[in-house]
DNA sequence: ACATACAGAACTAAATTAGTACTGTATCTC
DNA sequence: GAGATACAGTACTAATTTAGTTCTGTATGT
């Protein structure tokens, strides 16, 4: 399935959890919010500290909060944390990852797909999750693909 | 990292490989020019096939051709036929695989998300791939952003 | 001083992905 | 119609990744 893995999932619920509390919130109140097993929780604001996404306080009635305004982190920004590059495919992302690429006819392809992709990402939000979203009537070829022209015949 | 399994890469080079070659083509042909193993071509091949998107043609001259022309035929049934639904997150996908459904404030626009994926995939077809495509400027809160709007102050 | 809460590292188990092997059946060629 | 070719289907194995845990250390507020 062509999806997040859980453990990002849970990041971004937990990104928006704190968006959504000025005040500092530890790790125990965190698990107990989102269900999720603490030491699991711990670990993922770890590395979401670690990334500077987060900033943590130690000590008694310590905790972590945003670093930024939840308009200013992008969901671009907590996958990568969590997950690593995005991308559409591996050889769009690692380069040398795949031995065919000098005579793969996809691989540009792919490349472009992932920078589509990577920009809608980049576009959203935690400030966006925050609130009810909803889907405006997909008109065809629009999406990722209107951002993607056919070098021949393409609209520039 | 968020990207296609490996399979599903293989899958899309086969697809985009046959497309380009009118004739009928055997999995030991494909293999040989896609460089992927001859097992792996022949499964992923067979599975393409059973999901409607190829027609297989027993016997010597034997061989496999698309079901449709390539234009009608999407990157998103591709991802489909070799890993299954796409996604965002798994809970947008699968319903009730995961406890705090009810509670989670952030599933509502993982489904939003996904929907604007999934568009997005289904209007690129294999028509598309055999072609060099480019990236259009992106601009801001553009690709699948551009179809998600916030209910509050959304442009509706 | 002490309890609290994060930091870091190492480890285990489960699940998924990737790849293989083998038997069966349809079909074309000669 | 005999035989080679090539797909069909199933079951299996190995490798990798993901998910979750445990433990020791360190900073900080009361």
């Known amino acids: 399935m062509f999806r997040l893995n859980k453990l990002t999932d849970y990041g971004i619920v937990l990104m928006t959890s704190i968006a959504q509390h000025p005040?500092?919130?530890n790790a125990r109140d965190l698990a107990a919010a989102s269900q999720v097993p603490l030491p699991t929780v711990s670990k993922l604001l770890k590395?979401?500290?670690h990334s500077g996404l987060l900033v943590s306080h130690r000590g008694s009635k310590g905790g972590y909060s945003l670093s930024r305004s939840p308009q200013q982190i992008s969901v671009a920004e907590i996958i990568g944390a969590l997950e690593g590059p995005i991308g559409f495919t591996e050889c769009s992302v690692v380069a040398g990852s795949c031995d065919?690429?000098?005579s793969c006819l996809v691989r540009r392809n792919s490349k472009v797909i992932s920078l589509a992709l990577l920009g809608?990402?980049?576009n959203l939000t935690l400030g966006d999750l925050m609130q009810p979203m909803e889907l405006a009537g997909l008109k065809p070829r629009s999406n990722i693909v209107s951002t993607i022209n056919l070098i021949s015949g393409g609209v520039q």
Chains 1, 2 share one sequence.
């Open 23 to 25: 005040e500092l919130q």
């Open 47 to 49: 590395e979401l500290s």
């Open 120 to 122: 809608a990402l980049e």
């Open 100 to 102: 065919l690429e000098p």
